[in-house]
């Protein structure tokens, strides 16, 4: 993959009124140009809504295998502190599970919101979770 941009075909795509009679005549109904650093954000903010953390912190690195696009990811992971497992257990459960299946759940949803944004076809999801974003879970009042 280039590092200018990805040029991905809006298959499928809605056409306008003034180009279905250019369609009808066989004229291509061009391309969409989504640029690495669009990627790099739109990837981000997916990875930070699947875990909990803010965009900023997320780290992504793109990558062409074989003609998909293999996508890292580098992120914290927001995780309730471990005072509060050993006084409730099953604030685990409420949390999302273990960080292990958070994380194995993140790839999925990141693969298939990365997709459905952008067209792309996704080859591999790596997730590096680099700290634990701590923080107390809220109580309802």
Known sequence: MSTAATTLVAAGSPVSA???GADRLGA?????RVT??????????VTADALGVT?????????????????TVTTPIRVVSLSRVHDR???????GGSIVDRASRAQETIRD???ALTGSAI???????????IQQEERVR
């Open 18 to 20: 003034d180009r279905i």
């Open 28 to 32: 291509d109904r061009g391309r969409n």
């Open 36 to 45: 690495t650093k669009a990627l790099n954000r739109i990837v981000a903010a």
């Open 55 to 71: 965009a900023a912190r997320v780290g992504v690195t793109l990558a062409d295998e074989k003609g998909l696009l293999v996508l």
């Open 89 to 95: 257990p099953d604030v685990v459960d409420r949390a």
């Open 113 to 115: 919101r990365v997709n």
């Open 123 to 133: 080859g591999r999801v790596t997730v590096r979770l680099t700290a634990a974003d």
